[in-house]
């Protein structure tokens, strides 16, 4: 596992090596410009002493917090905006080193005291600090809108520092959000600022955060070309930190693009530099990825001496990510040099912080990790546990996910109808005031009496059959809110909680259903539940486009292989279940074979590269046997044991459940245990059925 720079958290997945270094990065642009504006006359005292400790927090924020402890006490004759200042240094320093509660106070009084004197400047900076201590929360959506309120106030500010960082830190929201043309228009603007302003600091800065966009965009050459720059204007500020950054830029680029040699030789570069100046932070986290690198290539002996050094540094620096991501990578090399009950220990210890700090989305890659390791050392039995602990937690996150966007989709659709309502409400004001006006004009006017009424009728009849038109589109909005409920929506196929809802209403009529057809075959309804084969390679190497453009053509091809009547569903993640209704008993292990073959058979074009995949399959009959009481949930378990049983006996095949010889209490008990020792012990009755030539391809 590899080591990020993230200014929320410093140790990240093997795919978020660089995942937004400028917002930390970004805390120390100079001297000149630390505290304020650049003033004409010689920088204050106070101005400078911020400036020098807001290097050392990027460096090293636990040597800088006694330093600003320090200065708390000069502050009696500092200006309103150093005071603010200092606070909002405070504020970073205190979440770099993870006291997030401690460091939003600080934010909220430097915003109040900027606000209390008008100074922009200072309520700018403010906002930034909390948006960037919100962001180190996983507050992501509140810190981006801070950030984009601070970029509002700087953009007119006379202090270039602040308003290319703002700049910068705008940019790279709208690259968290997945809006990479609003990021690299901001970002290439503040390269030109930086340039034009002849400032190598800020050039180097700007095209690193320019380099790291790229990357994100997998536009490796233009990253690298970036770089080259970003590396010249460094040749004139003589400061090993700032190469440091850019070594560590460089090798996230590198690993990105497959070359783990030149990111082994960078990052060996970075870990001299850091070793340099002192940056215990630094050396921390060249440590993790220099593990990381030699596990890819496989020097297990360089990676665990590594790995131990990191964990070293992290016990050192009371460090818990440090350390817990250390122990995981000595655990995978201990696995690869055959120790297998110490490799398996120390990565279940450097897990259990992982989940016990409630990093989910970071705890579902390291299951997947771990049961990719387990299996390459032929330990299937822990691989299945692992395969079994990940997608329990994928499906977790899917349906958070889901449940969100049907929130913001209700959220919408109520914001819809207030609006609605208020213009109601407008309308019926308008009816009064006329009426009010009537009632004068009968006053003044009798002979006017009948023209104002029919007047007030026709304003009346019109406002009625606005308010028909209104009733009729809350209508369609209604029905096309239940619609949305029911489907997925990115493969547009049914979503779980419409087959759930679906197998409550039906479950007794499809039993009924059953019986034998003209030819004489047992007609029964039937699972499939279907898993992609290493899908997280293709979300790694190609990006989460590609990985829902895979899920989009899975789910065309399911359209296209099965019938009309049969139900399809996104389970969650990478799984979609069928139910199939009517079909011959001995007619299941043929439409496993269609799905085997058919699913590889398709190709995805996105962007240039060819894309296919295999899929891993668990079927049974539903009901199992005539007059069985067996539920469908616990149908549909037998059928997740199934693709297990496919998966952990080495994919694109399918393992089917034909039939279980007793299905009392205690018989099913232990086939929901460990269907694959049942099945050894002739309990369950399995048909195999085997994919084709194995398909993970990707042609340019």
Not at 625 to 630: E, N, Q, S, V
Not at 643 to 665: C, E, F, M, Q, S
Request: hydrophobic share 40%; glycine share 8%; net charge neutral.
């Amino acid at each position: 596992m590899l080591a990020g720079v993230n200014h929320a958290s410093q140790y990240r997945g093997s795919r978020a090596v660089l995942r937004a270094p400028l917002l930390s990065l970004l805390l120390a642009c100079g001297t000149a410009s630390a505290a304020g504006p650049v003033p004409a006359a010689v920088p204050s005292p106070l101005r400078q002493q911020l400036a020098e400790i807001q290097e050392i927090t990027r460096l090293d924020p636990q040597r800088a917090l006694p330093m600003l402890n320090r200065l708390a006490g000069d502050l009696t004759a500092a200006t309103p905006g150093e005071h603010a200042n200092f606070l909002s240094l405070s504020c970073i320093a205190q979440y770099r080193v993870g006291h997030s509660e401690l460091a939003l106070p600080l934010c909220e009084q430097a915003l109040a005291l900027g606000r209390r004197h008008g100074d922009r400047d200072a309520i700018a900076r403010a906002l930034l600090a909390k948006a960037y201590a919100l962001f180190a929360m996983n507050e992501m959506a509140q810190s981006h809108q801070l950030i984009w309120e601070a970029e509002k106030l700087a953009l007119n500010s006379q202090d270039r520092e602040l308003r290319i960082r703002a700049i910068v830190s705008s940019g790279e929201s709208f690259a968290e959000d997945g809006n990479f043309p609003s990021a690299l228009n901001r970002i290439q603007s503040a390269v030109t600022q930086a340039r034009q302003s002849g400032d190598p600091l800020l050039t180097v800065i700007t095209l690193n955060s320019l380099a790291y966009l790229y990357n994100q965009m997998r536009e490796h050459r233009k990253a690298f070309d970036a770089l080259d720059e970003a590396y010249l204007a460094a040749g004139h500020l003589a400061s090993p930190a700032r190469l440091a950054t850019l070594k560590n830029t460089e090798y996230g680029v590198a690993m990105d693009s497959g070359q783990i040699q030149r990111a082994l030789k960078v990052m060996r570069e970075a870990l001299d530099l850091a070793r340099r100046i002192g940056a215990d932070p630094m050396i921390g986290t060249a440590l993790v990825n220099l593990s990381d690198c030699n596990l890819k290539l496989r020097n297990h002996h360089a990676a665990l001496a590594y790995a131990q050094q990191a964990l070293e540094q992290g016990r050192k620096l009371k460090d818990e990510t440090l350390v817990a991501t250390a122990r995981i990578n000595i655990g995978q090399a201990n696995l690869a040099m055959g120790r297998r009950a110490e490799g398996k220990k120390s990565i279940e210890e450097g897990m259990a912080w992982y989940e016990k700090s409630g990093h989910k989305p970071d705890l579902q890659m390291l299951l997947a990790e771990y049961g990719d390791a387990l299996e390459r050392v032929g330990d299937y039995a822990g691989a299945l546990g692992a395969y079994h602990r990940e997608r329990a937690l994928s499906n977790e996150l899917f349906e958070k996910r889901r449940q969100k966007a049907m929130l913001e989709l209700q959220e919408k659709y109520e914001a819809d109808k207030r609006q609605r309502q208020i213009e109601l409400l407008r309308q019926e004001n308008q009816v009064k005031s006329t009426e009010i006006d009537n009632r004068r004009l009968q006053q003044r006017v009798w002979w006017l009496l009948a023209t104002v009424f029919a007047l007030a009728s026709a304003i009346v009849f019109m406002l009625y059959r606005k308010v028909r038109h209104a009733n009729a589109q809350l209508e369609e909005k209604n029905l096309e809110l239940k619609q949305q409920s029911a489907l997925d929506p990115l493969t547009g196929l049914y979503n779980r909680r419409h087959f759930q809802d679906y197998m409550r209403g039906h479950q007794e009529g499809e039993r009924r259903g059953t019986g034998v057809n003209p030819q004489g075959d047992d007609m029964v309804s039937a699972l499939f539940l279907l898993d992609v084969d290493h899908f997280k390679h293709i979300n790694d190497t190609y990006g989460h486009g590609a990985g829902d453009a895979v899920l989009r053509e899975i789910a065309a091809g399911l359209r296209e292989i099965l019938r009309e009547t049969d139900m399809i569903v996104r389970w969650g993640g990478e799984e979609f279940l069928a139910f199939l209704p009517a079909v011959p008993r001995g007619g299941l292990d043929e439409v496993a074979l269609r799905l085997l073959g058919g699913i590889p058979a398709r190709t995805i074009d996105y962007q240039g590269t060819q894309l296919s995949v295999n899929v891993s399959i668990g079927f049974a009959p539903f009901p199992l046997a005539r007059g069985d009481a067996l539920s469908w949930e616990r149908a549909v378990n037998i059928v997740d044991m199934a693709l297990y049983l496919a998966k952990g006996h080495g994919r694109n095949r399918a393992y089917g459940v034909r039939g279980i010889k007793r299905l009392d209490p205690a018989a099913m008990q232990e086939v929901e245990q460990d269907i694959e020792r049942a099945w050894r012990a002739g309990l369950v009755d399995v048909s195999i059925v085997q994919g084709g030539m194995p398909v993970l391809r990707a042609v340019s």
